[in-house]
């Protein structure tokens, strides 16, 4: 067991699945009276199957491995709990979320009485259950495990573990989705914090966490919250392979409406840039392209008028575009067009 062990851990997984599946092959472990290490080698060789993303094998493995175990009547200790917990984690992982959530409901049973609720036992298996209970679409039902399990892992390894994290933000997604957007602002605040914290600007989750909390902050038109994750956000938007100029375009006007009110003007400047960029053009004097560029003008008027020579170069300059593009004076459209 040690060596397959060690070997499964140095990596060479499927030279460690070979050796545990000769190991059940020898007439020594056939003993009735060997039935619990069996179990132990099952439970091995479960753990093995999964990390080579060998799931049914694995489920197999671990049901063995029950079986033993509840044949040999053995007391709820930790091997059977993790066993336990190895099963549920391969149920959910092949789509069966309702068995999954089953099973962790009666490990969470078994947990609380032992374990007490502030242990990582309890606030692993009370995650799990919040995780399977909103792939259900039952977010209410899941609320109050998320809530548990970021308690739990708050009081055990403190507010910056990755759990710890991760438990924060899907207590947010949760208030989100059930109406409570200051209360997940809050959630989301602290994910992002943390993982910024702990993880760096460019580390996916944090870029993650930053899209969930900029996003809700401008919603709520809190500018200064919003101002806190926007960059990561917006640099993320630039550069993701799976976002569009759609995204690009929703993302960078969010970015110039909050900076503009902020009066953050060379922040303002490049989301409103970056919006015109992403605009199908035309010579259209009545289309959303000549409204965009008369929004631009009307920024760097806006910035002029508070003593900026660049801003008034600028507003000089796509003025004059304005006109050679659409062939209208800009004052006429901006009368004629409510400016």
Same mark, same amino acid.
């Not at 007391?75 to 092949?94: C, E, K, M, P």
């Not at 919040?130 to 495990?145: K, M, V």
């Given at each position: 067991m040690a060596l397959a062990q060690a070997t499964r851990e140095s990596g060479r997984r499927e030279e460690a699945l070979a050796i545990l599946l000769e190991m059940l092959d020898t007439e020594a472990l056939r003993l009735e009276s060997n039935r619990p290490t069996r179990a132990v080698v099952l439970e091995s060789l479960g753990v093995t199957y999964e990390s080579l993303d060998r799931l049914e094998p694995a489920l197999e493995a671990f049901e063995g491995a029950l079986a033993l175990q509840e044949v040999d009547d053995v007391?709820?200790?930790a091997s059977r709990i993790g066993t336990l917990r190895n099963r549920a984690h391969v149920l959910y992982r092949l789509g069966h979320v309702e068995e999954a959530l089953r099973q962790n409901l009666e490990l969470l049973a078994l947990l609380e009485p032992l374990s007490g609720p502030g242990s990582t036992d309890v606030a692993l298996t009370n995650f799990s259950i919040a995780r399977a209970l909103q792939d259900l679409d039952r977010d209410a039902d899941a609320l109050p495990y998320a809530r548990a %399990?970021?308690?739990?892992?708050? %009081?055990? *390894?403190?507010?910056?573990?990755?759990?710890?994290?991760?438990? *924060? +933000?899907?207590?947010?997604?949760? #208030?989100?989705?059930?109406?409570?957007?200051?209360? /997940? #602002?809050?959630?989301?605040?602290?994910?992002f914090e943390g993982r910024l914290r702990t993880l760096g600007a460019d580390d996916p989750e944090t870029v993650d966490a930053a899209f969930r909390h900029a996003r809700l902050a401008c919603a709520l038109?809190?500018?200064?919250?919003? /101002?806190?994750?926007?960059?990561i956000a917006l640099g993320? +938007? %630039?550069?993701?392979?799976?976002?569009? %100029?759609?995204?690009?375009? +929703?993302?960078?006007?969010?970015?110039?409406?909050?900076?503009?009110?902020?009066?953050?003007?060379?922040?303002?400047?490049?989301?409103?840039?970056a919006c015109l960029r992403e605009r199908e053009v035309d010579d259209d004097p009545d289309g959303d392209f000549a409204t965009h560029v008369a929004d631009v003008v009307g920024f760097y008027e806006g910035w002029a008028s508070r003593g900026s020579e660049h801003a008034a170069q600028e507003a000089r300059s796509w003025r004059e575009e304005f006109e050679r593009r659409f062939g209208v004076a800009f004052d006429a459209w901006a009368d004629t067009h409510g400016r």
């Amino acid at each position: 067991m040690a060596l397959a062990q060690a070997t499964r851990e140095s990596g060479r997984r499927e030279e460690a699945l070979a050796i545990l599946l000769e190991m059940l092959d020898t007439e020594a472990l056939r003993l009735e009276s060997n039935r619990p290490t069996r179990a132990v080698v099952l439970e091995s060789l479960g753990v093995t199957y999964e990390s080579l993303d060998r799931l049914e094998p694995a489920l197999e493995a671990f049901e063995g491995a029950l079986a033993l175990q509840e044949v040999d009547d053995v007391n709820v200790d930790a091997s059977r709990i993790g066993t336990l917990r190895n099963r549920a984690h391969v149920l959910y992982r092949l789509g069966h979320v309702e068995e999954a959530l089953r099973q962790n409901l009666e490990l969470l049973a078994l947990l609380e009485p032992l374990s007490g609720p502030g242990s990582t036992d309890v606030a692993l298996t009370n995650f799990s259950i919040a995780r399977a209970l909103q792939d259900l679409d039952r977010d209410a039902d899941a609320l109050p495990y998320a809530r548990a %399990a970021y308690e739990g892992w708050l %009081a055990s *390894v403190g507010p910056l573990h990755v759990r710890t994290l991760r438990a *924060v +933000v899907t207590v947010g997604d949760l #208030l989100e989705d059930l109406g409570d957007p200051v209360g /997940a #602002l809050e959630h989301f605040t602290l994910g992002f914090e943390g993982r910024l914290r702990t993880l760096g600007a460019d580390d996916p989750e944090t870029v993650d966490a930053a899209f969930r909390h900029a996003r809700l902050a401008c919603a709520l038109g809190d500018d200064e919250q919003a /101002a806190r994750s926007l960059p990561i956000a917006l640099g993320a +938007v %630039a550069v993701h392979p799976g976002l569009g %100029a759609y995204d690009r375009l +929703v993302w960078n006007a969010r970015g110039f409406q909050v900076y503009a009110r902020l009066d953050r003007d060379e922040d303002a400047e490049r989301c409103i840039l970056a919006c015109l960029r992403e605009r199908e053009v035309d010579d259209d004097p009545d289309g959303d392209f000549a409204t965009h560029v008369a929004d631009v003008v009307g920024f760097y008027e806006g910035w002029a008028s508070r003593g900026s020579e660049h801003a008034a170069q600028e507003a000089r300059s796509w003025r004059e575009e304005f006109e050679r593009r659409f062939g209208v004076a800009f004052d006429a459209w901006a009368d004629t067009h409510g400016r």
